[in-house]
């Protein structure tokens, strides 16, 4: 296993995690996002190779058979998402810090097999009804795909205190500052 750091971002969905990462590394340019790959479809926007490898039930089936994940979920019902063992060791050899956007228990799992190498961090939105605003005003999720995820966040809060750090992403940008100053300390620690 490396030795190199890296840092691990877990939230519900719809909790404004997206913009974070992507302020994070705009603003500290030595991570590198790990793609992972997912059996879901890409939404409108998403770049395969970019936001995600998108592939088949089958093909992920044939990955987990490979041992190509270092953890992988079925996140919702026959939707898979898994971090690619190829992902890691690509970002390692260029020298940068693996960011990885992953479900609650792919951060719990992950934070669990590096330890302190890793840094966790939950994000939450401030209450269940902000979530689920942010969600329909999103505008890229089915009803039906928005009352799974709603459903699922409420259980994915339980979660909240196995992370090293928990921000609230109650004021966008005191939860950029909040979030980068963690980093930030963690990196030169
Ligand atoms: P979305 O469909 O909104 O892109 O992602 C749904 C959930 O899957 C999010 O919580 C996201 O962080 C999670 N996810 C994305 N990639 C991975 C992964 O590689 N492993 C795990 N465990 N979860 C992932």
Redesign the pocket.
């Given at each position: 296993m490396e030795k190199e750091k890296l840092i691990v971002v877990?939230?519900?969905?719809g909790s404004g995690?997206t913009t974070l990462i992507k302020h994070l590394m705009f603003t500290l340019p030595k991570f590198d996002f790990?793609v992972?790959?997912?059996s879901?479809t890409p939404?409108k926007g998403e770049v395969d190779g970019k936001?995600?490898h998108f592939i088949s039930v089958d093909k992920f089936r044939a990955l987990i058979a490979e041992n190509g994940?270092i953890?992988?979920?079925e996140?919702?019902p026959d939707?898979f998402?898994?971090?690619l063992k190829s992902e890691v060791t690509r970002i390692a050899s260029m020298g940068k810090i693996a960011l990885?956007?992953?479900?609650?228990?792919?951060?719990v799992?992950i934070k669990k097999l590096y330890k302190k190498q890793a840094l966790s961090i939950f994000l939450q939105a401030p209450s269940i009804e902000i979530l689920e605003q942010r969600l329909r005003n999103r505008g890229t999720d089915s009803e039906t795909d928005i009352q799974t995820?709603v459903q699922k966040a409420a259980e994915e809060l339980t979660y909240a205190p196995e992370f090293d750090f928990v921000i609230t992403n109650d004021d966008r940008e005191k939860a950029k500052e909040e979030f980068v100053e963690i980093v930030q300390q963690f990196i030169d620690s």
């Open positions: 877990s939230a519900p969905s995690k790990s992972s790959a997912t879901r939404r936001d995600y994940f953890e992988w979920e996140v919702y939707r998402y898994g971090t990885f956007d992953v479900d609650v228990k792919g951060g799992n995820r």
